[in-house]
């Protein structure tokens, strides 16, 4: 069943070439033997005009279960997923209950493999109910059969720097990293949008970027401090990526993510007052967009992250200040990747594929994932086609959800397959709908 | 004009007819032994209040009511996720009944342009959040250019909390559009980030800031703002920023007081001040129906058969 021909893929842009895949793991690549061509028996992929990429790997994904399964499930969110290219995604804590228990972060795992569209890696909260007060039982999450390696509270952030510094001693007994949603509360009392001339004009109470700088700043020295790993979600503002350029240029074990909508938009698009643009951290401005896309392609933003966060329609067909933050990324998260790399012409594949998949997977500790197709790995990829370019239509979605900000937007590339070790979640284009393994 | 959602997207034009539509409401209703004109027989005009504000809102049916239009009063409870209607179920609900104007008040900065998504009719501002309150500018405006012959090449100093004024920023931008200079005054803490790209000058001197001004408004301060820190205390505030005689009397002598009322007398203006001849405070009022007379004309009619 999960024997695998792709013909004439770009591979990761640095040539054409075949993948023979057998059991779900690569058996040859490049040209294929004439014994392998001889002895196969399964599907054949023509990918000619193709790219293959490692399968994409989403450090950041809300998929709502439970709790909200009006908005996302994990079968409407991992669906989304291979959509958009992705064969891993990292499921955040913040469900109801909150994934703060062994029980909790194996029932979103099993739930992942039940549906059998991406391979979902429960984030486990860094505190109980993510109140940020007592840590979660971290240890039993990590030895649960979830395997959480990452712990975040997500939505919210770990100010009290107590329990920060504890949380990340705590995780280093077994490799772990605390994902540290950066905000200091304070800053940021009734915040709606990026503080700055646009949300004076507006009247709408502003997030200002101190408040995000100033939690990295903090951490970073806790990281260097403590000798354990941080990871910064959604860096936002050219400030934070100077604090871990220098970080990083320090040795510090730290790492950072950007998402898709921070890396096009900016805060001038609340001037609609549609809550669609309302996201946390906000949109900034666009000095801070270019500074993130520099950051992006030197790799000092190690990676891509969707922070898909789907909402119900009421959650944001409403005033501003009562809707939710957060928008959909799964299935655009490549296409602006790409823009934000240079575009379908100019982006360097194998760099992309440093930050939408390899480097994810690294974070994560998803050793099967960010592989490039080598005899012995398991066959995670997605084929793009480079050439072709599509209009974002909310209503085509594969989420649940409507809350994409680029309705009508025509974005470059397409994913035109994705393979979970060597089944088709998407093929054509198209979601496969049989997808036991 | 279909709606009237801010200032700053008027046109110069647009707020000029605005002010000589409400002249021409002033000099037709003053006078008449029934003060009401028939322009708006068989319509209807809701008021979709969320904040309490008995002063905007009858000001507003006043007008309706001098224009002859039928006015319902829909009090609302603040739309928040879990309690009450949402907001573009109210706004489905209008709609079906057929309102040809709504005039909100909201709390919520950006409402009234979402209810223009929702509805047909016409939405007209009445203060949302922060953001905007367009007719208070325009009675100001009018208020301005009666006691002042004019609003070009004046300077009109705001003093107080810029930040959470709906009524400065509207002033700001119609202020600006007009010709006025427009110095901002108040303490850093109230004035909001950035806004060095605004058409305004920024003084944290009330007293030097008061030299050759031909209008100064002062801006209700909410006393419990000391205890989020914007200022140490109410006293220290009406020390530095409240314009009390001493005050009064660096302004040149032709220049007048306004104020949006409510007022806190002794906190951001002293009493005699407030009640000195130089205060145009309940001529604002006054001018208040005369211009929301006008917007509601313009708007529910399109300005024809004047």
């Known amino acids: 069943m999960t024997d695998l021909l792709i013909k004439a893929a770009d591979l990761i842009g640095k040539g054409r070439g075949d993948v023979l895949v057998r059991d779900g793991r690569v058996a040859e690549v490049g040209s294929i033997s004439a014994a392998g061509a001889a002895s196969f028996n399964g599907t054949v992929v023509d990918a000619d005009g193709l790219v293959l990429l490692p399968g994409l790997v989403d450090l950041h994904t809300h998929l709502r279960e439970p709790g909200r399964e009006d908005a996302e499930t994990v079968y409407t969110g991992t669906r989304a997923a291979a959509k958009g290219g992705y064969t891993a995604v990292c499921a955040m804590a913040n469900s109801y209950p909150v994934a703060d228990t062994a029980g909790v972060v194996e029932q979103v795992a099993a739930l992942g493999r039940a549906a059998g569209y991406a391979d979902v890696q429960p984030i486990g909260a860094v505190s109980v109910g993510l109140a940020g007060e007592q840590l979660a039982e971290i240890g039993a999450m990590a030895h649960s059969a979830a395997k959480v390696r990452m712990f975040s509270d997500d939505g919210h952030c770990v100010s009290d720097p107590v329990l920060m510094r504890r949380a990340l001693e705590y995780v280093k007994t077994f490799g772990g990293l605390i994902a540290q949603h950066a905000e200091e509360p304070r800053l940021t009392e009734g915040a709606q949008m990026n503080e700055g001339a646009v949300s004076a004009e507006l009247g709408l109470p502003g997030w200002p970027a101190v408040a995000e700088e100033a939690i990295i700043a903090r951490d970073v020295l806790l990281a260097e401090y403590t000798g354990a790993r941080v990871h910064f979600c959604h860096v936002s503002t050219a400030r934070s990526v100077a604090i871990i350029r220098e970080a990083k240029a320090r040795g510090a074990k730290v790492t950072a993510e950007v998402c898709p909508h921070h890396l096009l938009l900016t805060d001038e698009a609340a001037r609609s007052y549609d809550p669609v643009y309302k996201v946390n951290p906000p949109l900034r401005r666009e000095a801070d967009v270019q500074v993130l896309r520099a950051a992006l392609a030197e790799g000092v933003i190690d990676a891509v992250a969707t922070d898909h966060a ?85 209503e085509d979605l594969a989420s649940l959800s409507r809350n994409t900000p680029y309705a009508g937007m025509r974005l470059p590339v397409t994913v035109e397959a994705t393979f979970l070790r060597g089944r088709a979640t998407v093929l054509n284009g198209k979601i496969e709908e049989e997808t036991t393994e | 004009m279909k709606h009237l959602l801010t200032t700053k997207e008027l046109s110069r034009e647009e707020a000029e007819l605005i002010l000589e539509v409400t002249q021409q409401m002033a000099d037709a209703v003053a006078g008449r032994e029934v003060p009401k004109l028939p322009a708006l027989r068989g319509r209807t005009v809701v008021n979709l209040f969320y904040e309490d504000s008995t002063r905007t809102r009858t000001s507003f049916e006043t007008a309706a009511k001098r224009l002859s239009a039928d006015v319902v009063n829909f009090a609302a409870k603040t739309s928040s996720v879990n309690k009450g209607e949402s907001l573009r179920d109210t706004a489905l609900t209008l709609q079906a009944m057929g309102a040809d104007a709504v005039v909100i008040r909201h709390p919520a900065a950006g409402a009234p342009q979402r209810l223009t998504e929702w509805l047909d009719g016409a939405v007209l501002n009445a203060g949302d959040g922060t953001h905007a309150h367009p007719t208070q500018a325009l009675l100001d405006a009018y208020t301005m250019k009666q006691r002042l012959g004019g609003i070009e090449g004046r300077t009109v100093a705001i ?9 400065a920023r509207s002033n700001i931008w119609l202020l600006a559009k007009l010709g006025a200079n427009v110095r901002l005054v108040g303490p850093p803490t109230l004035l909001p980030k950035d806004i060095d790209e605004w058409p305004v000058d920024i003084g944290y ?18 006393r419990e703002r000391q205890n989020a820190s914007f200022f140490p205390t109410a006293n220290e505030y009406a020390r530095l920023y409240g314009l009390d005689e001493r005050r009064l009397a660096l302004l040149p002598d032709h220049a007048i007081v306004m104020h949006p009322g409510p007022m806190n007398r002794g906190m951001e203006i002293a009493a005699t001040v407030a009640d000195s001849p130089r205060a145009t405070i309940t001529e604002q009022v006054t001018n208040g129906v005369w211009v929301r007379m006008a917007v509601l004309y313009l708007l529910l009619t399109n300005g024809e058969a004047r």
């Open chain 1, 310 to 394: 789907p909402h119900a329609l009421q959650d944001k067909q409403c005033e501003w200040a009562a809707a939710r933050p957060g928008m959909l990324g799964l299935e655009t998260a490549l296409s602006i990747s790409v823009v934000a790399l240079g575009g379908p012409d100019a982006v360097d594949w194998d760099v992309l594929a440093e930050r939408t998949s390899r480097t994810p997977a690294r974070i994560a500790g998803l050793e099967a994932h960010g592989r490039d197709p080598q005899p012995g790995t398991e066959a995670n990829f997605t084929l793009v086609d480079p050439a072709a370019t599509w209009t974002v239509v909310p």
């Open chain 2, 159 to 167: 003093v107080g909390d810029i930040l959470h004024s709906r009524v």
């Open chain 2, 205 to 222: 001197d009330l007293d030097a800031s008061l030299k050759g001004v031909d209008a100064v408004m002062m801006l209700r301060v909410q």
